[in-house]
């Protein structure tokens, strides 16, 4: 065993260089795919790191551990809503070659003990393979709820001792604990889906509509409250017909004028002089407004809001008023 692990100690050391770029490749891939549909989450990659290798070597019973160990190199998302986990699924699928697909959640016995989440050990398509070493290299990712990624972060610590090791009054505690696990992510999702429901409060509908957009250019998270406030004015800005067709007046706009978006928000990522709005959703209205109606959104804006960080906005866009 010695002579083993000193044998796949020295030959990880010399490979995982190219682990840890093959998971930083993955990781903007997916990253990638996943902000163009406007999904907010977050994506990290790592190769994993030679005592955690050789740890797992020891502990598993593999006929030949270098190779059958899948997770040399890993990528993890974490979503806020379970109703997105599916989302990602889908564009794995999509973009990897998937060799082995596990719903953790799934594959547990309502009486057993364990992890939670999706795994998948993908390799590259072809199109996707731009150094020749990672050609048939498998790496795993692993797809967690926030709430998952909690239990995952303290279950290795609780679920130390075989199932059937453990004693009846502490697997019934753990028990409640996926339960509120489960639980919590099925009552975010539905109380998420009652909210989108509920009448009125045009200024959430209108929010809602421009964070799948805004996520797709900015990639991070907004000021909800500011948001709503700045919509009170820019809601009054269409008529009722454009309000019935919001979602395609923001649609049209934004696919006609994609890569200037795209170069807008790219170029005051890092900006910390930069107007505070523009990484903002109703950015997108302004932007909007100041094509197709610039000197009634001049009005609205003056009457509430401070008038320099609409000027500001209007030069950013080429458009000044």
């Keep these: 065993m010695t002579q083993d692990l000193d044998s796949i100690r020295e030959r990880w050391i010399s490979e995982r260089p190219i682990y840890q770029t093959l998971a930083d490749h993955i990781r903007d891939l997916l990253r ?6 406007g999904i907010l989450c977050s994506v990290e990659g790592r190769a994993k790191d030679v005592a955690s290798l050789l740890k797992k070597v ?3 019973s593999y006929a030949s551990p270098y190779e059958e160990i899948h997770d040399k190199a890993g990528v993890r998302v974490i979503v806020a809503f379970s109703g ?5 699924e889908n564009a794995v ?8 697909y596990e719903n953790k959640t799934l594959g547990l016995e309502y009486s057993e003990l364990g992890y939670l989440g999706v795994h998948f050990d993908v390799a590259l398509r072809e199109s996707d393979v731009i150094r020749p070493e990672w050609r048939s290299l498998i790496a795993e990712i692993q ?3 926030k709430a998952q990624n909690c239990w995952s972060d303290v279950s290795h610590r609780l679920l130390y001792k075989q199932d059937h090791d453990t004693p009846t009054e502490i697997k019934r505690r753990v028990y409640r604990l996926m339960a509120l696990i489960e639980l919590f992510d099925e009552t975010v999702q539905e109380s998420r889906k009652a909210i989108e429901m509920l009448p009125g409060a045009p200024e959430a509908a209108v929010l809602r509509e421009l964070e799948q957009y805004f996520y797709q250019f900015a990639g991070r998270a907004y000021d909800r409250d500011l948001s709503l406030r700045i919509l009170e004015v820019l809601e009054g800005l269409y008529d009722h017909q454009e309000k019935q067709a919001f979602h395609d007046v923001i649609s049209a706009f934004v696919e006609k004028n994609r890569p200037k978006l795209a170069e807008l928000f790219a170029a005051y990522r890092n900006d910390e ?3 505070p709005l523009i990484f903002q959703p109703e950015s997108l209205i302004v932007f909007e407004r100041l094509e197709h109606d610039p000197f009634r959104l001049r009005d609205s804006w003056a009457a509430t809001l401070p008038m320099p960080l609409l000027e500001s906005l209007a030069a950013i866009w ?3 008023i």
């Design 32 to 37: 990638g795919d996943l902000q163009r549909q």
């Design 58 to 60: 020891m502990r598993k």
């Design 84 to 88: 997105e986990v599916a989302i990602v």
């Design 93 to 100: 699928q999509r973009r990897f070659q998937v060799d082995r």
């Design 143 to 145: 797809v967690h709820t």
């Design 273 to 275: 002089r930069g107007n």
């Design 318 to 320: 080429g458009r000044p």
